[in-house]
């Protein structure tokens, strides 16, 4: 196995749970291909973990064990899969719901592995090549430890070449899957859908929303497939209006509705781009008692934060201008590169440009399906803000 010393600096980084080395941070790992397990030595060159290796990413390595005897393999593989299994079992409501992300990269401790499960099918994304040498040991595990009726590989995000979708073992996953989520039915595509077909991370939000929707008119500005919006109608939303620049996404809300037995001609369906909706609700001064805004991320790189940051203010005042007095917005950001701190910040200068007040009524991040590391912070990305605008 191929071996780098880690600089003292970082030797503690390391030991205290942090994921990842950059490759401008370590040695060059000579010999070493991407996929490679490479061994990590501190001081007086003893070994304290074992990585995996990316020839071609800033992040060049991704640590897999820091415990003495532990090695990197698939009998690790299985004990992870294994350990997060159990994990969702006893902290998620299984009864009513059947998608949940099973593992989740670095908070399970396979950094760069995600597999999301849908009644039944799971579906694999990767966020490095470097383990695609190990992806034939990946699917072995996961069908002996999960049995699920089928694996969906969707490749490897931000790179479209290599290495195709595909089914890599069990049944074909039908066209839409139908899945529960808390009683709530979703159908998801997870050939085409965004990410693995569904954004899970928000479901537990997605019940708030159900919770507060009774009795209130309600706008959902990037609503995808119209996860809140149909949260919102079955809490008793007397209004739903579902805005997104897609159109097939919009249509997907709409059969989203239909599954559910609501009718969607009670409700409206509008393919448009939120921040010109905004303007044309705010020119024939329509209101509303609840505004969703979960955008994609504005800050996909660290280089990007200072447009992001006025990008979600103005989009976020804008919204807070449409809500009745008294009235709720729901604020979300996905952006990792935006603190919580940093996002408490945007909305309190969004409030003022808007010259509304809010209060504060729930502020939450990640559920338990997707954990992170305590010394990694990066991996906290989700932040969800509900709030009252007098």
């Not at 992300?101 to 994304?125: C, M, N, S, T, W």
């Not at 809500?323 to 917005?329: C, E, K, S």
């Not at 701190?341 to 502020?363: C, G, P, Q, T």
């Amino acid at each position: 196995m191929p071996t780098v010393v880690v600089p003292d600096r970082l030797t503690s980084h390391v030991a205290a749970g942090h994921p990842w080395l950059y490759a401008d941070a370590v040695p060059a790992i000579s010999g070493a291909h991407t996929g490679a397990l490479v061994t990590l030595l501190g001081q007086g060159r003893r070994p304290i973990g074992q990585a995996l290796f990316d020839a071609d990413s800033p992040i060049a390595l991704r640590v897999l064990t820091t415990r003495r005897g532990e090695q990197a393999g698939p009998e690790l593989w299985r004990r992870r899969v294994e350990e997060a299994a159990a994990l969702r079992r006893g902290t998620l409501d299984l009864r009513s719901t059947d998608a949940f992300r099973l593992l989740h990269g670095e908070g399970d401790r396979l950094p760069g592995v995600v597999v999301d499960h849908y009644a039944g099918f799971l579906v694999l994304k990767l966020d490095t090549p470097a383990w695609l040498p190990h992806l034939d040991d990946l699917r072995d595990t996961l069908m002996e430890v999960v049995r699920p009726r089928g694996i969906f590989f969707k490749g490897i995000s931000g790179e479209r070449e290599a290495a195709a979708p595909r089914t890599l073992a069990g049944d074909e996953p039908p066209e839409h899957i139908a899945v529960r989520e808390h009683g709530m039915r979703l159908l998801v595509d997870v050939r085409r859908g965004q990410k693995t077909g569904l954004f899970l991370d928000q479901r537990e939000n997605r019940a708030v929303v159900r919770q507060v929707g009774r009795g209130r008119r309600v706008l959902n500005l990037f609503s995808y497939t119209g996860g809140f919006s149909l949260a919102a109608a079955l809490g008793g939303a007397t209004h739903v209006t579902s805005v997104d620049l897609a159109k097939g996404a919009v249509e997907g809300a709409r059969q989203n509705f239909i599954a559910n037995d609501l009718d969607p001609a009670a409700h409206g369906f509008v393919a448009a781009d939120a921040f010109d909706h905004l303007a044309a609700c705010a020119a024939s001064k329509q209101q509303f008692d609840l505004v969703i805004v979960d955008p994609p991320s504005f800050a996909p790189r660290k280089q990007a934060l200072r447009a992001a940051e006025a990008a979600y203010t103005k989009l976020n005042a804008a919204a807070i201008r449409l809500v009745v007095p008294g009235g709720l917005v729901a604020c979300a950001s996905c952006s990792s590169h935006v603190p919580m701190d940093m996002f408490l910040k945007i909305l309190r200068e969004s409030a003022r440009v808007a010259r509304r007040a809010l209060r504060v009524l729930e502020i939450r991040q990640e559920p338990a399906d997707h954990p992170t590391p305590l010394h990694f912070p990066e991996g906290r990305y989700l932040k969800f803000v509900l709030a009252v605008a007098e």
